[in-house]
Nanobody
Framework: QVQLVESGGGLVQAGGSLRLSCAASGRTWSNYAMGWFRQAPGKEREFVASISWSGGSTYYADSVKGRFTISRDNGENTVYLQMNSLKPEDTAVYYC???????????????WGQGTQVTVSS
């Protein structure tokens, strides 16, 4: 079974931190860029961050730059999103994604996780 499974979401107060994890399994993930999108109620799904297969290139949405850090461990096929200085506007369902043979994620990743809820209280 090919799957991406997110974990680490939850409820935090503004200014707090969370670390999301995405475990990829079920196939060979070599040469896949991976990353995160999010969708808030009533909003379109938006790009958050991505990381190249090698880990050498990272990309962030302007709204999270300087607060979020993406990383990956290819030995464990796991991608992480460290989220610091969280704001209420970060509240959303966060989705892990993977895309073959690209340096960064586009709007059409080949694989998606089920999502994990992040709620930031005021």
């Amino acid at each position: 079974q090919v799957q991406l499974v997110e974990s680490g979401g939850g409820l935090v107060q503004a200014g707090g931190s969370l670390r999301l994890s995405c475990a990829a399994s079920g196939r060979t993930w070599s040469n896949y860029a991976m990353g995160w999108f999010r969708q808030a109620p009533g909003k379109e799904r938006e790009f958050v961050a991505s990381i190249s297969w090698s880990g050498g290139s990272t990309y962030y949405a302007d709204s999270v730059k300087g607060r979020f850090t993406i990383s990956r461990d290819n030995g464990e096929n796991t991608v992480y999103l460290q989220m610091n200085s969280l704001k209420p506007e970060d509240t959303a369902v966060y989705y892990c994604a993977a895309q073959f043979r690209v340096e960064r994620l586009t709007h059409r990743p080949g694989y998606w996780g089920q999502g994990t809820q992040v709620t930031v209280s005021s």
